[in-house]
């Protein structure tokens, strides 16, 4: 004991011990962790592990290089974002560029240098003395046992990870050459998200998500890389010309005042010249990852289920046509629910996802997309398409817009976790529903002024993946993921500069008389390719909304199975739509 109390030994320990700490950060913040016991016993497996196999800290230092390198951006994630770092940081911090990195941090860049060149410092030292120190060295009997029992430990692991674990009150039992699961009681008492929360070890379990991640990612897209619209624009010229699409989420049609709602939640765009509101449009499903690939390829709705899909998005046919191209997201990019939009994502020639924060409650506000925007517009390029995509209202609503939008009252700003199944919130929850509508009106009043400062031939959609239900009347239902109209009916609106209006004047004359039509989420691709007068071999011009050829079309959503939205009926306050007609059958 006495050695190592030692001040070589003691430092090494006492940086293996702070540095295992940091999944504790949220305590020290008045917060909670999850699985505190399992994290530490994580922590003391690693080490222990780490011990028995290299034998001295000298062999084994070099492998925390990468734990001390991300310690700081781990830190901040935790302090400001309630969370550590994921396959999206991974993501963001494989694919920004230095220039991107400098622009996102801006005089926060010193601090950052500063903190690094210190971490560095502190590795370095306690290099120097892992590799001095003897103290401790594992020279005893009790290695080669501890490493049997480790060796015991991960086949046990393995074979559970093999066969699985049986259920607790199943018999033991087997089919043919199959091997039984493994016994309950045989269980090691640790759940693998506790291992990728620890630190520095969990790093390897995020790493090892990362690169699942990036080849799904790879997958998706192999289907479609040999893909080519032959794309171009009917009637090129030398003015600069840009083509914006928004994709909001979890907005519903009637909480806009544009839409009739009996709250101002529109006040800026309403006040706005050339805002054309779309009053009927309808999505196909209720998630994000099945929705958004309707509206920006030629995927149909009714396969809007399946994963991937042969085809490239209308980011490639703007690229094919000589548009430059950019994606700025305030979503995330890997993950179950987001890889399948990523893929889309990645066609563009610039890409930007800003949210730090994924979907937690303290994730970025959409103005923080207003940055790449401005560079976005300020681009040499002549021509431009501009995807963005919103945070818009996901939950925490309270959480998606600042203090001075908290407009109606009472609500859940400021409540850290409120339980969104309490159905007792309800009127802060419709209320702080209605200001993330309201600041979602403010932000895209942003774009357009600034797209309208560019005095530029310029066009925006705004469209919304999916739409909420809030425990409306008596239904008992809240958020997304079911088959009412709320979650069907989205808003959506086109907005034009007067330049665009002189030069594309039928499109113009069309939207305006078109703008009352049945329209559905599959319409959007159609009509954004010729909002930019692109044009392919193939095209379905009757399915925009801009042409002169525009026919409705029959709308389909996924309500036991895929079920006519305009001959149905709406089933009770949760407005439940069910199909007159026998459903088609789904295509999983």
């Known amino acids: 004991m006495r050695t190592l109390l030692r001040p070589a030994p003691l430092f090494l320990l006492l940086t293996y011990l702070a540095v295992s700490a940091v999944p504790f950060v949220p305590m020290l913040l008045g917060k909670p962790l999850e699985r505190p016991w399992q994290v530490l016993g994580v922590a003391f497996v690693g080490w ?9 800290p000298a062999w084994f230092h070099w492998l925390l290089i990468p734990a001390f390198v991300a310690l700081p951006a781990e830190v901040y994630l935790i302090t400001y974002y309630g969370q550590g770092i994921s396959t999206h940081h991974l993501g963001i911090i494989a694919e920004t560029s230095p220039g991107e990195a400098l622009d996102f941090l801006g005089s926060k860049v010193w601090l950052m240098l500063a903190v690094m060149a210190g971490i560095v410092v502190w590795w370095v030292a306690s290099w120097g003395v892992a590799r001095r120190t003897r103290e401790l060295d594992w020279n005893d009997g009790s290695r080669p046992v501890v490493l049997i029992a480790l060796a015991i430990c991960v086949a046990v692991w393995a074979y559970g990870h093999k066969f699985g674990i049986a259920p607790a009150t199943a018999k033991p039992g087997h089919t043919g050459w199959k ?3 493994l016994a309950p009681w045989a269980r090691l008492p640790f759940e693998f998200d506790a291992f990728a929360q620890s630190w520095p070890f969990g790093l390897v379990a995020r790493g090892v998500d990362y690169y699942k991640e990036r080849t799904y990612l790879a997958e998706l897209s192999q289907r479609s890389a040999n893909f080519h619209f032959g794309a171009r624009q009917q009637e090129p010229d030398s003015e600069p010309e840009i083509v914006v699409l928004v994709i909001g989420e979890s907005a519903r049609a009637d909480r806009w005042s544009l839409n009739g709602y009996g709250r101002d939640t529109n006040p800026r765009l309403s006040g706005h010249a050339n805002v054309v509101n779309l009053p009927d449009v309808i999505t196909a499903v209720s998630a994000t990852r099945l929705s958004v690939p309707v509206i920006i390829s030629r995927k149909p709705a009714m396969q809007s289920l399946k994963d991937g899909f042969a085809e490239k998005s209308f980011i490639t046919a703007y690229k094919e046509a000589g548009f430059k191209t950019f994606w700025l997201s305030n979503q995330i990019s890997f993950g179950k629910f987001d890889t399948p939009v990523s893929v889309f994502a990645k066609e563009a020639n610039v890409i930007e996802f800003v949210n730090l924060g994924g979907f937690t409650d303290r994730s970025n506000y959409d103005e923080v997309l207003l940055r790449p925007f401005g560079n976005a517009l300020a681009d040499r390029a002549p021509k431009k398409l501009i995807v963005i995509h919103s945070m818009g209202s996901h939950w925490n609503y309270s959480h998606r817009y600042p203090k001075q939008f908290d407009q109606w009252q009472p609500s859940l700003f400021g409540v850290d976790q409120p339980a969104y199944t309490d159905i007792t919130i309800k009127p ?39 739409g909420q239900t809030l425990y409306d009347k008596s239904c008992k239902l809240a958020f997304h993921g079911h088959n009412t109209k709320y979650e069907f009916h989205v808003p959506a609106f086109v907005w034009y500069s007067d330049q665009y209006q002189a030069h594309y004047p039928g499109k113009v004359e069309r939207l305006l008389r078109n703008r009352k039509a049945k329209l559905a989420t599959e319409n959007m691709f159609h009509t954004l390719l010729d909002l930019g007068g692109i044009h392919y071999p193939g095209e379905r011009v009757e399915w925009s909304f801009v042409n002169p050829g525009f026919k409705q079309h029959k709308r389909y959503v996924d309500s036991y199975g895929w079920a006519d939205y305009d001959n149905a009926v709406m089933k009770g306050d949760c407005r439940e739509v069910i199909g007159r007609e026998k459903p088609l059958k789904r295509e999983n």
């Open 48 to 56: 222990l592990a780490a011990w028995a196999i290299f034998k001295r």
């Open 179 to 181: 091997l039984p699961p």
């Open 428 to 466: 802060q929850l419709n209320n702080s529903y209605d200001s993330s509508i309201l600041y979602t009106d403010w932000f895209l009043a942003q774009l357009i002024d600034r797209l309208k400062g560019s005095q530029q031939r310029t066009s925006m959609l705004y469209v919304a993946d999916h």
